[in-house]
């Protein structure tokens, strides 16, 4: 067996041990999804709440993915060592990025398949040509929120990344356009939302799958910003003990 | 194993200084480890052991001096020696989450020709722990595990940082047969210790340092050799060791900490006198001893020395 192989499967089965990891990354976004299309307690700019909240659940999915639960694993592989023994044996740091890059997709694939399910069931019936400038932004999103992710993981240690991890992806499903859009936001809060990547993620995919929907600019301008210097910044700052 | 071209230096140090920041850990260490033998490093804790052994897994850089393994530099030729050297960390180094038979065989698929997992799970006395979580495992048994994963890949050089520490007796005597095995089978082994017992067990080559240098270096044998050469004494009253040499007819000196020696064999007479002439000069000696080793004389001065250290 691979290396690479053999570290795929050691982070599988130790995701799929993650109850709390799992009830982020499908238990929130579904909750949200389900509750937030079915009583309408916020305003959204659609006429059927689910064709708000579905697309902006796909970006929260993102987040709680790529940044939480891949920052909060590696926080603590770091603190308990775990990334330093690895560092003496052959598997090397791109077959390490590799495996953990594979853990996100499937998990983020996983992720798509049920919410797109579940919102089809809620009567959700996004146009189909929305559908490439949507993954291209989930797949920016994922650059920028894994950067995040790792950038806290390789700085502090194992439970402060926890802690401030959901704590930004609490802060970012309030302020970040998922339940509230931006433009309902205090003028200030909107303007400071438009520049963190969450508001940016839930522009494209609310925008790119809804119909007639238009992304604003901005939007790809903000995303693309945080999916390059976050994974720098990361790059740069990460310590593997 | 000595072969007919003579023993294999597998570990090379030069001089090594390895610093952090300000802080020299490690302050122009020699050595040599060879295949086939087990090199300890001994000495009290903070003497820079694991400096030095970080250094040699590629982990911290050398401020100065040189060091080998297997004639490869550690950090620049990192990636080659990853495939043939097996290391076991001080601490750490596995997932809480995982069983000791998963990690196993994530560490076996990193080498081309790993050990059976089933069969290393049973030389390191783990078979009916092997699927409950690392974190229901006793010190021991990490330890043990932390030990199965350096010897997975078939390492030609074994670097295991404190192996004992915290285990229990089955296990030492477990940890002590497989580096018996190793040494069988042509492997170096370098083992950091601060435990004498250990070493003595362990070892056909000593290093012991402290406070970042060697202070004594040798064949377990030529260490412990000197057992009857010398005649020792401790006393808290001062002792004038010139006087004391004219009386014994012998070279004596302090060795600090109220340790005092004569070169003289421990025989009945030679301590007869010296207790009569102690008696006459009204010092109250709290221990005469034959020499012992000169090992245990070193060490024992060291941990005395860090301990004072400590407290201070």
């Known amino acids: 067996m691979s290396a690479y192989r053999a570290q795929v499967r050691t982070e599988l089965a130790l995701a799929s041990r993650q109850g709390e990891q799992l009830l982020v990354s499908l238990g929130i976004p579904l909750l949200v999804l389900t509750f937030f299309s079915l009583v309408e307690v916020v305003p959204v700019p659609t006429a059927d709440p689910v064709d708000y909240v579905a697309p902006a659940t796909l970006a929260l999915a993102v987040v709680s993915t790529a940044m939480v639960s891949l920052g909060i694993g590696t926080g603590f592989d770091r603190q308990y060592g775990v990334l330093k023994r690895l560092g003496a044996t052959p598997l090397g740091t791109g077959r390490w990025i590799a495996a953990k890059t594979t853990l996100v997709v499937l998990t983020e694939l996983v992720q798509l398949v049920v919410l797109v399910g579940v919102a089809a069931a809620l009567g959700w019936r996004p146009p189909v040509a929305g559908w490439p400038a949507a993954l291209a932004g989930l797949t920016l999103g994922t650059l920028a929120f894994a950067g995040i992710g790792l950038l806290l993981a390789g700085t502090l240690p194992g439970l402060v990344t926890l802690a401030v991890t959901n704590g930004i992806y609490l802060v970012l499903l309030l302020t970040g356009g998922v339940i509230v859009p931006v433009e309902e936001l205090p003028g200030p809060l909107a303007t400071v939302s438009r520049l963190l990547p969450a508001a940016a993620l839930v522009e494209v995919t609310t925008e790119s799958l809804v119909a007639g929907g238009s992304v604003g600019t901005w939007a790809w301008v903000t995303l693309t910003a945080w999916a390059v210097a976050a994974p720098l910044a990361a790059a740069r700052c990460f310590r593997w003990e | ?312």
């Open chain 2, 1 to 312: 194993m000595p072969t007919s071209t003579g023993p294999v230096e597998v570990i090379e140090v030069e001089d090594l200084v390895v610093r952090y920041g300000d802080l020299v850990a490690v302050d122009g260490v020699s050595f040599t480890a060879r295949a086939g033998e087990v090199t300890v490093v001994l000495g009290p804790n903070g003497a820079g052991k694991t400096s030095t052994v970080e250094h040699l897994e590629g982990y911290r850089p050398a401020a100065a001096g040189r060091a080998r393994v297997l004639g490869l530099d550690p950090q620049r030729d990192h990636h080659q020696l990853v495939r043939r050297v097996g290391v076991m960390l001080q601490e750490g180094g596995i997932q809480p989450a995982i069983r000791p038979r998963e990690v196993l065989r994530q560490y076996a698929g990193f080498f081309p020709d790993p050990l059976d997992v089933d069969e290393l799970l049973d030389s390191v006395g783990l078979t009916e722990r092997a699927g409950t979580t690392v974190r229901r495992l006793s010190g021991g048994e990490r330890q043990r595990l932390s030990l199965a994963l350096a010897l997975i890949g078939r390492p030609e050089v074994v670097v295991l940082d404190e192996p004992t520490a915290g285990i229990d007796l089955e296990g030492r005597e477990r940890i002590r047969s497989i580096l018996e095995g190793l040494r069988t089978s042509g492997t170096g082994v370098l083992v950091t210790t601060h435990d004498l017992d250990e070493a003595e067990r362990f070892a056909d080559h000593v290093v012991v340092i402290d406070r970042g240098r060697v202070v004594a270096a040798g064949s377990l044998a030529d260490l412990t050799s000197e057992r009857s050469t010398t005649l020792g004494f401790r006393s808290h009253d001062p002792v004038d060791v010139e006087t004391l040499g004219r009386a014994m007819a012998a070279d004596a000196r302090s060795t600090g900490n109220g340790a005092y020696e004569v070169d003289l064999p421990a025989e009945p007479q030679h301590i007869a006198r010296l207790s009569t002439w102690l008696a006459e000069q009204g010092v109250a000696a709290t221990e005469i001893r034959a020499g012992g080793s000169r090992l245990e004389d070193v060490y024992r001065d060291l941990v005395t020395g860090a301990e004072r250290r400590d407290e201070a």
